[in-house]
């Protein structure tokens, strides 16, 4: 399991867990407003790295969308690197 | 010339994000001192994916990268991160002959125009400083007066007279070669008071600007570095009178004036000039 | 002067029963023991639909969350509202309404008899034997009674609830001439929680850069004058510009003439250093400023009425030169909102806000631009508090922008260091961090009025789904 990011103000919580299957699950306080939006970037900057099999939650506090990006990649360069 | 260097976390989105909101010249984003061993390549990702989002338009920004003969694993990882990015250069600590060579190739290599600001914290470095100061690749160099004094035992009190020798001597070596002479930060974020004397010891020496370490702390480095409403009337006086009566020597409200102290009045004009409409 | 020392004995005698109207004042704010203690009396007797008027409700106000579960309300009309009776209110419609007036228009309702209320309970923190009351010492002491007054005088029956009965009060805030009977219980409030939540200096670093931008521009516009008056609230934000103009006064030498709206430490100050001849003080904020309105004669109490009611010609906001006001939503049009969140829940309310910015020369709204990620400009505003057309300037961290409306501003400051940026370019700029929110909940049923302060509705309130 791999761990990214900060539950502080404007940023997000990213946890990447093996997984059979591609799970994407998004707790966002905007998430009436930006729900969409965090998926698509999570979706694509998943894609952009060939992760196809994994459970990834983002616990997002207001992050913009270059955080979540930065905190995913950071997770799926550590998730990589341990060779998951 | 930048009057203020703002230091911001490479990982806090929160501050990033509002790096130029504080009015300051120019921000150095740290991946070193303020960035945990175990979260560097967070403080990589997250300051790079913000650069390439929103690149820096009214300000200058700078990296600090960690130290490229101490680290040099993590050190090149920030440097293939950055070396791509529209920003202004970097700070590179405890600089010194061999690591200002070191980085000054790998920018070579790459054909990369980023400057070098050099983080003058060490005492061996004080005898090298101008051939430091005299290299292309520096812009300027900045005194890190906190880890000098741990490393030399001497206490820090905000005087600074125990720092005096090695604030004039960058002072003095920047000068000669036309470059930024940065002073060491004022820590105590609370004390406002302080701030204003240590940020007048600095300008008074002949700093050209401070390193910031809290917002709230801009805007009393800028009062420091900036002219007084009296030596801007006073310099504007002395231009008008040598324009208008086409002399260079001549005598204002009972003192000399010559050549240097005119042209000292057209270079303080223009440096208001310049920074006039931020405080 | 009858006494009762029981709520129960005196509900009988009150003969309260269906449809009746009874309101509470909020000076006792989160700390407030008299609204739960008599309202969990009436939450025993099978009473319905009654018609609550407090002015203010707080998070600690779970007798009222009761009353509503029990179905014993079927109507609230207050000025401010947060906490778990505001989320209740929103999910569970009552059956006429919730109607949210500001400070001013709630004087003005009740003086004109539009609003009848039945029976006043009214929170006195010291009562004398004959039956006056004052807020300025006793155990639970807040202050100013300023939102009690015209209860006090115009209700039809008047219970003063205190915890502390004495021989005599030299100046009376309610005056023993309305008032039915006392009745005294053992607290009515908890002196900690009278003390607003916000009520110190922002240290954090936007908040300052805002607080200076709009600094700059009060200055700019050429406010800052011997004589001029100002309200900022009790903010973090507005207590910084607070301070910044304080120094500016003290660089300049300049007496201001008078400070109103709720009072702090900050502002009684500034009136202990002669920086500012009154405290018009319609709320207290701090214990200091309480011990100040006791012992300073400086220091005035007022009622909303002689602070904010808009039918009232010599209101003392009417010469109020600078307000500055806080923001959750602002629009193109410069509508503010206070009242609800972009989730259609309600967090607020006007208080005096749209009060302030109807009647100051100039009305400054302040906010961050972003706040986790949600951008304060909106193309309109979920609710309107306070309409666009009395506010003047909205500064932020990332610039100023002045309403259109306000061309004679606009002129001076082409002419100062103050840049300024329309409203719709700020939106912009937010949108380019934050991206293009997606629409918002739908507004379906409506569950509510707003009102401006002359008791016109100005907008609605929407069932929470």
Same mark, same amino acid.
């Given at each position: ?84 | ?279 | ?39 969990? /009396? ?20 779970? /007798? ?13 009309? $207050? ?22 007036? $500001? ?16 029976? /006043? ?12 009351? $004052? ?6 002491? +807040? ?78 516009? =050429? ?60 709320? +207290? ?70 009060? $302030? ?35 003047? +300037?909205?500064? +932020? ?37 934050? =991206? ?30």
């Amino acid at each position: 399991m791999i761990i990214v990011g900060t539950l502080e103000s404007s940023d997000c919580l990213i946890t990447i867990i093996p997984a059979e299957t591609l799970i994407i699950e998004v707790d966002s306080i905007v998430y009436d407003a930006f729900g969409q939006q965090i998926c698509h970037v999570i979706k694509h900057t998943l894609a952009k790295a060939n992760i196809t099999k994994a459970h990834i939650i983002c616990q997002d506090k207001g992050a913009l969308d270059y955080t979540i990006k930065a905190r995913l990649e950071t997770a799926i360069a550590r998730y990589q690197e341990e060779g998951f | 010339m930048n009057r203020s260097y703002l230091f911001i976390p490479g990982d806090v989105p929160r501050m990033l994000q509002m790096l130029d909101v504080f009015d300051a010249d120019a921000v150095i984003i740290d991946f070193e001192d303020a960035v945990a061993l175990n979260q560097k390549d967070e403080a990589r990702f997250l300051t790079r994916n913000f650069i390439q989002t929103h690149p820096p338009k009214a300000i200058e920004v700078y990296i600090r990268i960690n130290h490229i003969i101490d680290d040099p694993k993590e050190t090149m990882k920030d440097l293939e991160m950055i070396i791509d990015l529209p920003i202004s250069g970097i700070v590179a600590p405890k600089i010194n002959r061999l690591s200002l060579a070191k980085l000054d190739r790998y920018f070579e290599e790459k054909t990369s125009p980023l400057k070098i600001i050099g983080l003058v914290e060490t005492p061996d470095v004080f005898f090298d400083l101008m051939t430091l100061a005299q290299h292309p690749r520096i812009q300027g160099l900045m005194l890190g007066a906190e880890d000098l004094t741990r490393i030399m035992n001497i206490e820090r009190n905000l005087t600074g007279d125990n720092i005096l020798w090695a604030r004039s001597s960058i002072v003095y070596a920047m000068h000669s070669v036309s470059k930024e002479a940065i002073d060491t930060p004022y820590t105590v974020i609370h004390d406002h008071q302080g701030l204003a004397k240590d940020a007048t010891i600095a300008a008074n020496l002949g700093f050209t600007g401070k390193a910031v370490i809290h917002p709230n702390h801009v805007e009393g480095v800028h009062l420091a570095f900036t002219p007084t409403e009296h030596q801007i009337l006073t310099a504007k006086k002395i231009v008008e009178y040598a324009k208008k009566n086409q002399s260079i020597r001549f005598n204002l409200d009972g003192k000399m004036v010559d050549k240097p102290i005119i042209d000292k009045a057209h270079a303080l004009l223009e440096k208001y000039a310049k920074n006039g409409d931020k405080s | 002067m009858i006494v009762y020392d029981s709520v129960d004995i005196l509900l009988n005698d009150l003969k309260l029963s269906d449809g009746m109207q009874l309101s509470f004042h909020h000076h006792l704010r989160d700390g407030d023991h008299v609204i739960n203690q008599i309202m969990n /009396a009436v939450n025993t007797r099978d009473i319905h639909d009654l018609r609550l008027h407090p002015s203010s409700i707080f998070p600690s106000y779970t /007798a009222i969350l009761e009353a509503l579960k029990r179905n014993r309300i079927s109507q609230l009309t $207050t000025s401010y509202m947060n906490g778990p009776v505001a989320e209740y209110c929103m999910k569970h419609p009552l059956k006429h309404g919730l109607h949210m007036q $500001t400070h001013g228009g709630r004087a003005r309702a009740i003086m004109t008899e539009e609003t009848v209320i039945d029976i /006043a309970f009214i929170a006195a923190p010291t009562v004398d034997v004959l039956g006056n009351a $004052t807020g300025t010492i006793g155990p639970a002491a +807040c202050g100013s009674l300023g939102y009690a007054i015209a209860d006090a005088k115009y209700a039809k029956t008047v219970i003063l609830v205190t915890d502390n009965i004495i021989d005599h009060i030299e100046n009376p805030q309610i005056k023993k001439d309305t008032v039915s009977a006392i009745l005294k219980l053992k607290s009515i409030g908890d002196p900690k929680g009278i003390i607003s939540g916000t009520t110190t200096i922002t240290n954090d670093p936007v908040g300052i850069q805002i607080a200076k931008k709009a600094t700059r521009l009060i200055e700019a516009l =050429g406010y800052i004058k011997p004589g001029f008056s100002f309200q900022t609230g009790a903010g973090g934000i507005s207590l910084k510009i607070s301070e910044n103009i304080k120094q500016l006064m003290q660089q300049n030498n300049i007496q201001s003439s008078f400070i109103t709206g709720g009072i702090t430490q900050y502002h009684v100050e500034m009136l202990n250093l002669g920086m500012v001849k009154s405290l018009y003080d319609v709320q +207290c904020f701090d214990l200091v400023a309480v011990d100040s309105l006791k012992n300073n004669p400086k220091h005035r109490s007022m009622s909303a009425h002689e602070y904010a009611n808009p039918e009232n010609p010599n209101r003392v906001i009417k010469n109020l030169d600078v307000v500055v006001l806080g923001a959750t939503e602002i629009d193109l049009d410069f509508n503010v909102n206070v009242t609800t969140d972009s989730y259609n829940m309600i967090i607020g309310g006007s208080g005096g806000h749209s009060d $302030t910015a109807e009647d100051a020369k100039l009305s400054i709204i302040v906010a961050p631009l972003i706040k986790a990620r949600t951008p304060i400009i909106k193309q309109r505003v979920n609710t309107i508090t306070t309409p666009g057309h009395t506010i003047d +300037c909205f500064v +932020c961290e990332r610039g100023i922008a002045v309403n259109p409306r306000r061309q004679d501003l606009i002129k001076i400051l082409e002419k100062s260091h103050v840049s300024i940026i329309p409203i719709e370019d700020l939106l912009a700029l937010s949108h380019d961090y934050t =991206g293009i929110p997606e629409s918002f909940p739908s507004k379906k049923e409506v569950i509510g009025n707003v009102y401006d302060r002359h008791g016109r509705i100005i907008d609605y309130l929407y069932l929470k789904e």
